[in-house]
């Protein structure tokens, strides 16, 4: 098996993973096996998957850091685009079964409840991100793409946000997918002395903030 | 909904447990219930019988004991249902306290005994926006209340769920300042809607729902009826009520059923009633405003939420 296959079957299995949850959601729905309350029950768990595959392709840049496998970057816009999936079938059902397309009380609750405020703006924000992603677009973009995409970051917090504000008491499961994210960030702005050399380019001139951790190269969809 | 005007409630919307038993013997004897837990039949049968609004079918019993909060055993809906068979209800004693002439521990059979137990028909809203319709069996908590004799001191209830980490997992964590206590103005105590439940389907209560004795206060949001009650207490100020010690400006005292109150994080508007697909305009009070909303009267029902 050449390199390429192999990444090829690596990206595909990854592929399959990230439908699991969907297959398994649908097939818990048309089975009658999401409890008593299965409209409540999709809409959690289409957001805890967006907010693990979120944390999940966040993490793919540290990691790489971490190991220097730079084969990782290659998956990022593929778990990026499932991330939007999920986050799209949590807006989805919210919209179109729960509220069941009830523009008024729809209106209201974007504009009045914190949560889902937050939520819906981070939604949002994810769209140009998605609409950016493929190959042509980021070519097209240069830098201006880099800067784009840096708004995962603000919508990953309003996901957290979102979660955080929206239980009542136990903030156990919120939490964790908080710290998680900040350490995340963190590792970003942490060098990491030895593991992998900079270019010399680089050291004779170091670049400010995260974006110094990234390759010169043709930018890579961060999301 | 099926409960008449105070301070009566008429005999003919509600089923005396005799009735239904023996319907439940009427239909085992055509075979119906021959299929295992007869608790369907027995819930349809009861359901013609004392039913009033379509609207209101009651919710199944799998769904009633498996969907439900009682942080005791864990926040998530199904936690009860999983983890509450471990809770031993037997012996069970309820101590009474404060404003009242007979204050005391009394064995649970005791205040029992000499009750009739009714069946009846309630919704429960939850503060969360979904609700049911649930085949309650029990009595108005004003007998229990009479029996005490308050003081005229006595202006509030309040109620407390039992303390037992060891057998309620969730009071391990410290989610909510435990035990859970919640209290009722005297007047909505003694009101004939108020009840000490104990069955469900005409089935002694599940652990899951409150064994072996619960409150029911209809039209109020669920959290303010407290389980596994250990201890009423009569007192002259308002008592505290956890939800409103964990978050004051999310849940107030009397949280009535209110589609015009919004709670901060949610709207009231609307419920899920569970079984059904589309959400369901919220009634005033639950539903109960003809027989409950004199008790609120001049009441700033918004600043008193």
Redesign the interface.
């Known amino acids: 098996m050449t390199r390429r296959t192999a990444r090829r079957a690596a990206k595909a299995a990854l592929f399959t993973a990230c439908l699991v949850p969907l297959v398994v959601l649908v097939a818990d729905g048309l089975g009658g096996r999401l ?3 299965p ?2 029950a999709a809409e959690l768990r289409t957001g805890i998957w967006a907010l693990t595959l979120l944390v999940v392709t966040l993490g793919i840049t540290p990691l790489r850091r971490l190991t220097g496998w730079n084969v990782l970057a290659g998956y990022r816009r593929m778990l990026g685009l499932c991330t939007f999936t999920y986050v799209t079938l949590h807006f989805l059902t919210w919209f179109g079964i ?3 397309f ?1 523009l008024k ?1 729809i209106g ?2 974007i504009a ?4 889902i405020t937050v939520g819906f703006t981070a939604f949002l924000l994810l769209i140009p991100l998605a609409v950016t992603s493929n190959a042509a677009i980021v070519r097209r973009l240069g830098r201006r793409w880099q800067t784009l995409h840096s708004l995962v970051y603000v919508a990953a917090l309003g996901g957290i946000v979102h979660f955080v ?2 239980v ?3 903030l ?1 499961v919120p939490t964790r997918y908080a710290l998680v994210l900040v350490a995340l960030l963190l590792l970003r702005l942490v060098p990491l002395p030895g593991r992998r050399r900079a270019p010399a380019a680089r050291r004779a001139a170091p670049a400010h903030g995260s974006a110094a951790v990234e390759p010169r190269a043709e930018p890579t969809p961060a999301l | 909904m099926l409960i008449g005007r105070p301070p009566d409630i008429p005999s003919s919307e509600i089923t005396p447990e005799r009735a239904y038993l023996d319907r439940r013997a009427f239909m085992a004897a055509a075979g119906v219930a021959a299929v295992a837990a007869a608790v369907p039949a027995v819930g349809r049968a009861v359901g013609a019988a004392v039913r009033r609004s379509p609207d209101d079918k009651p919710t199944s019993y ?2 009633i004991t ?2 439900n909060n009682y ?1 005791e055993f864990g ?1 998530g ?2 936690d009860p249902a999983r983890y509450a068979g471990q809770l031993v209800t037997t012996p069970w004693s309820i101590e009474v306290a404060g404003e009242v002439r007979k204050p005391g521990t009394y064995h649970l059979e005791d205040l029992l005994h000499g009750q009739t137990i009714e069946q009846r028909i309630y919704r429960h809203r939850c503060v ?1 926006a ?1 609700s049911m319709v649930i085949p309650w069996n029990g009595f108005s908590l004003r007998n229990w209340i009479t029996r005490f004799e308050p003081t005229s001191r006595a202006k509030f209830v309040e109620f407390t769920t039992l303390l037992r980490p060891s057998q309620m997992p969730g009071q391990r ?1 410290d ?2 300042p435990w035990p859970y206590v919640e209290g009722l103005r005297m007047d909505e105590a003694m009101h004939p809607l108020t009840m000490v439940v104990t069955g469900l389907y005409g089935r002694a209560l599940p652990n899951q729902d409150g064994a072996p004795i619960r409150i029911h206060v209809p039209w109020k949001y669920g959290f303010k009826s407290g389980k596994a009650i250990v201890r009423i207490r009569f007192t002259e100020t308002q008592p505290a009520n956890t939800w409103h010690l ?2 004051p400006n999310e849940y107030g005292f009397y949280a009535n059923v209110n589609p015009n109150v ?1 709670h901060p ?3 009231q ?2 419920e ?1 009633r ?2 059904e ?3 369901r305009p919220t009634l005033m009070f639950n539903g109960y405003a003809d027989q409950v909303a004199s008790l609120y009267a001049g009441l700033d029902l918004r600043a008193n939420f």
């Not at chain 1, 009045?112 to 949560?115: L, N, Q, V």
């Open positions: 409890g008593p309350n409209i409540r729960d509220e069941f009830a009380y209201q609750d009045k409840r914190p949560y504000w929206e009542k008491a136990d156990t | 799998d769904d498996h969907y942080y926040t809906k199904s969360e979904w964590d989610v909510l964990s978050a919004d994080r949610w709207s508007a609307r899920r569970i079984g697909f589309f959400r």
